[in-house]
């Protein structure tokens, strides 16, 4: 089996905190084995982006983001990429008079090798709902988690005299208000949709088996409060991304062109995680004897110094 240097330095990273910070961190990677019970998510379905960026303007006003330019001469190319300042993004593609669109954020990795990785617990999922978030009272800054994301995804504040990681976390702060993720609320066409992501699993499998070129409905907003708007159908790549990739996610993306296009990476099905809960193991298994013979030691020294 061949590994690349770039997924040996994830993988090591993902499970370099499990060895170093012990049985906290371990307890943390097996948290996302399985979809949380209320786990909820976004489907996004490039078929039915129309590159608006309603979601990106929604983002920064939800999460108190500045603009950002890129100092390119297109206006619709700003920001070019996630940053600090932007937890969500746009992208474009062009072949020809085709056009698609991709939107990268967080996926919300049910095993989150950004949490493996952060040796403080800064970096945590919640236990019900999935979500990844980040504590910045808890950051050292040691970005570990940006070496161990597959995805590329948290950003770190160099300009900032007291940098910190971002990266969304799902609009959980609007929860209490009834509210969920902006960029689904803002979404105009249902191309990024919130829900369960066991409702939005099935919604998405339910548009790999339309008829292309049919109308049909298609939720809106909130797979849950039941709005729909209708839509011509176009051919799907059968795949769900960020269902199976690197143990699933609780993102997920359709579209009907190539997801390597649209700059997508191509990740296998096991979890970085997955891979160095083997190597933790073993040390922690080996690791027990020296314990044991040192504490059997002390307790023999304390016995003959009380007899002394
Ligand atoms: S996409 Fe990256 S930052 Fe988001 S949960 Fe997965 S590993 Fe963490
Ligand atoms: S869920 Fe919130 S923070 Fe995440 S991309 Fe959408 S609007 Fe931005
Ligand atoms: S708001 Fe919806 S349609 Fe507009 S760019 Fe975002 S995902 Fe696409």
Redesign the pocket.
């Known amino acids: 089996m061949t590994i690349k240097r770039r997924e040996f330095l994830k993988a090591t990273a993902a499970g370099g905190a499990l060895i170093v910070t012990g049985s906290q961190s371990a307890s943390a990677s097996t948290a996302g084995e399985t979809i949380p019970p209320q786990a909820v998510g ?1 489907l996004y379905d490039s078929n039915l982006c129309i590159g608006c960026q309603a ?1 990106m303007t ?2 920064k006003e ?2 108190d983001m500045p603009p950002e330019h890129s100092g390119q001469y297109s206006t619709w190319d700003n920001p070019l990429d996630l940053s600090a300042n932007t ?2 993004i746009i992208k474009m593609y062009k072949d020809g008079e085709k056009y698609a669109f991709i939107k990268r ?2 996926m919300h990795c049910l095993e989150p090798a950004c949490a493996n990785a952060c040796p403080v617990s800064a970096l945590v999922k919640d236990r019900e709902t999935g979500i990844v978030t980040y504590d910045a009272s808890a950051c050292i800054g040691c970005r570990y988690c940006q070496v161990a994301c597959p995805y590329n995804v948290p950003k770190f504040d160099w300009y900032s005299p007291f940098p910190q990681i971002h990266k ?4 959980d702060h609007l929860f209490q208000q009834g509210r969920y ?4 609320e803002s979404c105009p066409t249902g191309a ?1 949709l919130f829900g369960p992501v066991e409702k939005l699993k099935k919604e998405a499998e339910r548009r790999l088996l339309l008829e292309p070129d049919k109308y049909y409905d298609f939720p809106v907003n909130h797979i849950e409060k039941g709005n729909t708007r209708r839509h011509k159908a176009e051919k799907y790549i059968p795949h769900i991304y960020g269902s199976e990739e690197v143990g699933g996610s609780q993102y997920m993306i359709l579209s009907g062109t190539d997801f390597s296009k649209l700059g997508l990476p191509d990740l296998r099905e096991r979890s970085y995680v997955k891979d160095l809960e083997g190597v933790a193991n073993t040390f922690y298994k080996y690791l027990i004897y020296p314990v044991a013979a040192f504490a059997g030691l002390v307790y023999l020294v304390r016995k003959r110094e009380h007899h002394e």
């Open positions: 976004i979601c929604a983002c939800a999460n937890l969500n954020h967080c969304c976390q799902l609009c993720a902006a960029c689904c990024s």
